[in-house]
């Protein structure tokens, strides 16, 4: 076969005197490429490297991805990628909102940390929520967000006769819950948007106007913690307050349904359970990488 001809440069073209060490690098770089391509051709797994790319530059974006926008991020076609988009979500790596949104799950966490970061986060937080049980005498659990829904990851029971509690694994309403309130009010604006787009209702869950709502938020932002009579259950006063990582965003909730007892058992009143539960927020942020949660008393 024939070696292509080397085009002719144009009469009276100069070539500038530092052009072959400029163009030198780039060079270098095609080369180690090719040999690159040339050596990996054998080994080349194409549709994982479609699934790949569409992980990491999804790394990049807390909104999310829509089909479209992930092709032309791509530099690829939408048939090229959705295939591969459709096996990520049946596998758990991604997920869709209501608007077509891609966006990563904990999946990637969990590999990364070799197990599923909600363990990760139940393991540290156990001993602080049986420490904190303990001492305002209450049940308390730790929730986080998921899929438009908070979930319980982490419950422990008060030592007294009887306890309120939630089941572990329950999902609960973002909107109308304090822990929800405490997950939307510490993430930023586009967070808090995709999070309500992805919204889904869970059975008995109260209507929320998003205007009050807003208002709800940032009265929560500046005070640091909610409490406030329960919107689900009567003789319940909620006590959550955020539990932050390194990013500064909230991960996840702590919680104490607080009952009141009403006969001769001296027990701590709302204000120590507070200063209780803060204490234990900031533990569980600090092991976190996070920063400084709200004193019980702002």
Same mark, same amino acid.
């Given at each position: 076969?024939s ?5 002719a440069?144009?009469?009276g073209?100069t ?42 530059? =999804? ?28 096996? =990520? ?6 997920q ?22 909600i363990q ?8 602080? %929520? ?7 005498l ?11 829904? *908070?979930?319980? *990851? ?15 694994g329950?999902?609960m309403? %973002?909107?109308?819950t ?30 929320v ?10 009265? =929560? ?7 406030a009579?329960s ?5 319940i ?5 955020p ?11 702590v ?6 007892? *009403? ?12 200063? =209780? ?22």
């Open positions: 076969m070696q292509p001809r080397k085009r440069r144009p009469a073209t070539v500038p005197a530092d052009a072959g060490t400029a163009a030198a690098p780039v060079r270098a770089a095609a080369r180690r490429r090719e040999a690159d391509d040339e050596g990996s051709t054998r080994y080349a797994a194409p549709a994982l490297d479609k699934g790949l790319d569409i992980l990491e530059v =999804l790394t990049d974006s807390t909104q999310g991805y829509t089909l479209n926008e992930l092709a032309q991020r791509l530099q690829r076609s939408v048939s090229e990628i959705f295939r591969m988009a459709v096996t =990520l979500q049946r596998r758990g790596y991604v869709v909102d209501r608007n077509d949104r891609y966006t990563l799950t904990f999946k990637l966490f969990e590999l990364a940390n070799r197990q599923a970061p990760a986060l139940t393991a540290m937080a156990l001993p602080r %929520l049986r420490d904190l049980a303990a001492q305002a209450q049940s308390c659990h730790l929730s986080v967000y998921q899929g438009g829904r *908070i979930v319980i *990851i982490a419950q422990v029971d008060s030592p007294e006769r009887w306890s309120f509690g939630l089941k572990v329950a999902v309403g %973002l909107t109308d304090a822990s929800g309130q405490v997950m939307l009010a510490f993430r930023d604006e586009a967070e808090r948007e995709r999070m309500l787009a992805e919204h889904s209702r869970v059975e008995g869950e109260l209507d106007d998003r205007a009050q709502l807003a208002q709800t938020l940032d009265a =929560l932002r500046a005070r640091g913690f909610v409490c009579p919107g689900q259950t009567r003789g006063t909620n006590i959550a307050f539990v932050f990582t390194g990013s500064g965003y909230a991960v996840a909730a919680n104490v349904p607080v009952i009141e007892r *009403i006969d001769q058992k001296v027990a701590p009143d709302l204000n120590a359970v507070r200063e =209780l539960a803060a204490q234990t927020a900031r533990d569980l942020s600090h092991a976190l990488g996070g920063g400084v949660v709200a004193e019980a008393g702002d």
